[in-house]
């Protein structure tokens, strides 16, 4: 996943006093139903786990979207570098994908 | 190579990278290398944008206690549940270029940065809240479809999220004007009324004429808009007016007419000065819009100061290895 947010003053653990910060920025999975993988769905404030996972049921599941949810922290996702997404991602081996191999109509489905 | 000639490098690099995104049609993604500029027009259109949404319960809210019925009632409280979501899916975005969401409060609380002026109108009757449905939400599903092919990821995903909700909003809306035209004269006059007090304000939502628009051009060029704000107004008139039609209410333009020409509606000049005047500061609510936000904020600083004490002894109870409550 490439989503990675700048720190930001919002996720300290504690913010300056008077101050509205302090919340940690959590990523938000949903799953649809069962069966399925969990999928990333956005990012909330919140002081907990457990308050995230709670908010999260109100901002991303309102209308049945999902029969799971799980929380991470923000900041425990560590992303792949953009910038090395050519050498880490290339796409020049048609070999690996059954295309690439001419089997004869006369063998059938294959 | 010298350490500025490194970065001189590196961004010549990122911008080539982000001149290519643009023209194969591809997203630009927090991480990717973008111009400032490009940074701060989409944080302040975001920030603005999220702006609206939060405050866009209020005039809505403004109407739960008096909902005509439980039906209508329970509606009415899951489209501005709504709207406090898309606010929250849009300040998420705003975050991912480096923006925290106290930053943009504190932004909107002191007038610095603003949101659509069409929420600085008061909800005078019940057939505001379907004419906000019907006009309102439905000018902003036409800009909103459009910017779900904006450049910007986050900001694209946040909108399909939020155009798929939108929807809902409009068509009750539009119920809502159906039910009031089927009913007693007062109704209908009630109808009537509304959408000649909305009608205005929702084709100035769209923004300043095209030629008028210092924003637009740089933000076609990045793809950042699709589309220009006449453009999308006109879209919205042509949608709009045979929707009246089947209500059977007046739209409050005399100059409204189709052109077969140009195959759309002509139609009148808008109020730009009352535009202006609004988003200054001086529309009908303004000052009750933004004291509102600022009091539920302050009022609900002790519900995230406990929450933030409660998070704050679980995490040393953990580490003291006893058992939370």
Same mark, same amino acid.
């Given at each position: 996943m490439s989503y990675d947010v700048p720190p930001i003053e919002g996720e300290v653990e504690r913010g300056p006093e008077g101050t509205t910060g302090g919340y940690r920025l959590w990523e938000v999975f949903v799953r649809a139903s069962r069966g399925l993988n969990h999928v990333h769905a956005g990012s909330l404030h919140a002081p907990d786990a457990e308050t995230a996972a709670r908010n999260a049921r109100d901002v991303y599941t309102r209308r049945g979207e999902g029969v799971s949810i799980w929380v991470v922290?923000?900041? +425990?996702?560590?992303? !792949? #570098?953009?910038?090395?997404?050519? +050498?880490?991602?290339? !796409? #020049?081996?048609?070999?690996?994908?059954p295309t690439f191999y001419e089997i004869p109509d006369e063998v059938g489905h294959m | 190579m010298t350490v500025t000639e490194e970065a001189a490098d590196r961004e010549a690099a990122g911008r080539a990278r982000f001149?290519?995104?643009?023209?194969?049609?591809?997203?630009?993604?927090?991480?990717?290398?973008?111009?400032?500029?490009?940074?701060?027009?989409?944080?302040?259109?975001?920030?603005?944008?999220?702006?609206s949404e939060v405050i866009g319960q209020q005039p809505e809210g403004n109407w739960i206690t008096r909902a005509p019925t439980l039906k209508r009632k329970a509606i009415l409280m899951a489209k501005v549940q709504d709207e406090a979501g898309h606010g929250l899916y849009l300040y998420s975005a705003a975050e991912t270029l480096g923006v925290s969401r106290d930053e943009l409060q504190e932004l909107l609380h002191s007038g610095r940065q603003k949101y659509s002026s069409i929420f600085n109108y008061p909800t005078l009757s019940w057939a505001d809240i379907g004419a906000i449905g019907w006009l309102?939400?439905?000018?902003?599903?036409?800009?909103?479809?459009?910017?779900?092919?904006?450049?910007?990821?986050?900001?694209?995903?946040?909108?399909?999220?939020?155009?798929?909700?939108?929807?809902?909003?409009?068509?009750?809306?539009?119920?809502?004007?159906?039910?009031?035209?089927?009913?007693?004269?007062?109704?209908?006059?009630?109808?009537?009324?509304?959408?000649?007090?909305?009608?205005?304000?929702?084709?100035?939502?769209?923004?300043?004429?095209?030629?008028?628009?210092?924003?637009?051009?740089?933000?076609?060029?990045?793809?950042?808009?699709?589309?220009?704000?006449?453009?999308?107004?006109?879209?919205?008139?042509?949608?709009?007016?045979?929707?009246?039609?089947?209500?059977?209410?007046t739209i409050p333009d005399p100059d409204l007419a189709w052109n077969e020409e140009r195959g759309h509606y002509d139609f009148g000049e808008i109020d730009w000065d009352d535009f202006w005047r609004v988003i200054k500061g001086d529309g009908p609510c303004n000052r009750e819009r933004i004291a509102n936000k600022v009091r539920a904020w302050e009022d609900g600083a002790w519900v995230r100061e406990a929450a933030r004490a409660h998070a704050e002894r679980k995490r040393r109870r953990a580490k003291a290895g006893t058992r939370s409550i």
């Amino acid at each position: 996943m490439s989503y990675d947010v700048p720190p930001i003053e919002g996720e300290v653990e504690r913010g300056p006093e008077g101050t509205t910060g302090g919340y940690r920025l959590w990523e938000v999975f949903v799953r649809a139903s069962r069966g399925l993988n969990h999928v990333h769905a956005g990012s909330l404030h919140a002081p907990d786990a457990e308050t995230a996972a709670r908010n999260a049921r109100d901002v991303y599941t309102r209308r049945g979207e999902g029969v799971s949810i799980w929380v991470v922290p923000s900041s +425990a996702i560590h992303a !792949s #570098d953009p910038d090395a997404a050519e +050498a880490w991602f290339d !796409s #020049d081996k048609p070999y690996r994908h059954p295309t690439f191999y001419e089997i004869p109509d006369e063998v059938g489905h294959m | 190579m010298t350490v500025t000639e490194e970065a001189a490098d590196r961004e010549a690099a990122g911008r080539a990278r982000f001149e290519a995104l643009l023209a194969a049609d591809e997203k630009v993604e927090p991480r990717d290398w973008m111009p400032d500029d490009y940074r701060k027009t989409m944080i302040r259109q975001i920030a603005q944008h999220a702006h609206s949404e939060v405050i866009g319960q209020q005039p809505e809210g403004n109407w739960i206690t008096r909902a005509p019925t439980l039906k209508r009632k329970a509606i009415l409280m899951a489209k501005v549940q709504d709207e406090a979501g898309h606010g929250l899916y849009l300040y998420s975005a705003a975050e991912t270029l480096g923006v925290s969401r106290d930053e943009l409060q504190e932004l909107l609380h002191s007038g610095r940065q603003k949101y659509s002026s069409i929420f600085n109108y008061p909800t005078l009757s019940w057939a505001d809240i379907g004419a906000i449905g019907w006009l309102v939400d439905g000018a902003a599903i036409t800009n909103q479809v459009m910017l779900t092919r904006t450049s910007y990821g986050p900001y694209a995903r946040a909108m399909i999220r939020i155009c798929k909700e939108e929807s809902f909003h409009q068509r009750q809306g539009y119920e809502i004007m159906l039910r009031l035209v089927e009913g007693t004269e007062e109704q209908r006059a009630m109808a009537q009324d509304a959408l000649d007090r909305w009608w205005w304000p929702s084709l100035a939502m769209f923004g300043p004429p095209d030629a008028d628009s210092t924003h637009t051009e740089q933000s076609v060029a990045w793809k950042i808009k699709r589309e220009t704000n006449d453009e999308l107004r006109q879209r919205f008139v042509d949608m709009t007016v045979p929707q009246a039609t089947y209500l059977g209410l007046t739209i409050p333009d005399p100059d409204l007419a189709w052109n077969e020409e140009r195959g759309h509606y002509d139609f009148g000049e808008i109020d730009w000065d009352d535009f202006w005047r609004v988003i200054k500061g001086d529309g009908p609510c303004n000052r009750e819009r933004i004291a509102n936000k600022v009091r539920a904020w302050e009022d609900g600083a002790w519900v995230r100061e406990a929450a933030r004490a409660h998070a704050e002894r679980k995490r040393r109870r953990a580490k003291a290895g006893t058992r939370s409550i």
